[in-house]
């Protein structure tokens, strides 16, 4: 029941994000836009982002400045460093290929950045540039997945210490050395601590198997 009440609670979170009039226009939730009219640039649902995410068919960059891109992004996007010039910064993620596909996003339906970018890029002679407008306050509110780059993990831990960490290394493993306070959810225990992330006792959760697995 629990779970089902999260769901519910996770849906409203996402529509009280979007405009009433990008959920009226779409199919579903996940096909929505904002639908704004006179843009320069093309606007992607979030159903179009996984298909990208999976096919590799865009390069997706995140436009919000380095210290919000750390602590979660959207899998495989890329962050501009060039604080003086991002149009520079861009040409040299794509080595100068102004014909790559490019889908800029940032922090939600109502900020600018991903915008201003975009309009630039396409002055610069970019023929390929859309936008995921809806951003990443969207895509976690529907529950995409995001990644932190080491550094916002060692803020996280260290500071705001607003995650749960989980071991996804064997129980064996676990007990010889993990980070303190970590959960583990190896196979032997994956279906009790999965209920306890549906029902709520575990929240905030991030997986640390990409600093502790064996590759």
Same mark, same amino acid.
């Given at each position: 029941?629990?779970?089902?009440?999260?769901?519910?609670?996770?849906?409203?979170?996402?529509?009280?994000?979007?405009?009433?009039?990008?959920?009226?226009?779409?199919?579903?939730?996940?096909?929505?836009?904002?639908?704004?009219?006179?843009?320069?640039?093309?606007?992607?649902?979030?159903?179009?982002?996984?298909?990208?995410?999976?096919?590799?068919?865009?390069?997706?960059?995140?436009? =919000?400045?380095?210290?919000?891109?750390?602590?979660?992004?959207?899998?495989?996007?890329?962050?501009?460093?060039?604080?003086?010039?991002?149009?520079?910064?861009?040409? =040299?993620?794509?080595?100068?290929?102004?014909?790559?596909?490019?889908?800029?996003?940032?922090?939600?339906?109502?900020?600018?950045?991903?915008? =201003?970018?975009?309009?630039?890029?396409?002055?610069?002679?970019?023929?390929?540039?859309?936008?995921?407008?809806?951003?990443?306050?969207?895509?976690?509110?529907?529950?995409?997945?995001?990644?932190?780059?080491?550094?916002?993990?060692?803020?996280?831990?260290?500071?705001?210490?607003?995650?749960?960490?989980?071991?996804?290394?064997?129980?064996?493993?676990?007990?010889?050395?993990?980070?303190?306070?970590?959960?583990?959810?190896?196979?032997?225990?994956?279906?009790?601590?999965?209920?306890?992330?549906?029902?709520?006792?575990?929240?905030?959760?991030?997986?640390?198997?990409?600093?502790?697995?064996? =590759?």
């Amino acid at each position: 029941m629990k779970s089902v009440v999260r769901l519910f609670a996770i849906v409203a979170l996402a529509l009280a994000l979007l405009p009433r009039d990008a959920v009226a226009q779409a199919n579903s939730i996940f096909q929505a836009t904002l639908a704004e009219t006179n843009q320069k640039t093309e606007e992607v649902s979030t159903e179009q982002i996984r298909r990208i995410l999976i096919d590799g068919s865009a390069l997706i960059v995140d436009t =919000r400045a380095r210290a919000e891109y750390v602590a979660g992004h959207i899998p495989g996007a890329r962050v501009l460093d060039n604080a003086s010039s991002q149009v520079v910064a861009v040409e =040299r993620l794509v080595n100068g290929d102004k014909s790559k596909s490019l889908v800029l996003y940032c922090n939600g339906p109502y900020c600018g950045q991903s915008k =201003r970018l975009s309009d630039q890029l396409v002055t610069a002679g970019f023929a390929n540039v859309r936008r995921y407008q809806l951003g990443i306050p969207v895509w976690r509110a529907l529950g995409g997945p995001t990644e932190i780059e080491l550094e916002g993990i060692i803020r996280i831990f260290k500071v705001d210490r607003t995650a749960v960490f989980i071991d996804a290394r064997s129980a064996e493993e676990f007990k010889k050395s993990s980070l303190p306070g970590a959960r583990n959810l190896a196979i032997e225990n994956v279906n009790a601590t999965v209920q306890k992330l549906a029902a709520g006792e575990i929240q905030n959760a991030s997986s640390i198997c990409g600093l502790l697995c064996p =590759r």
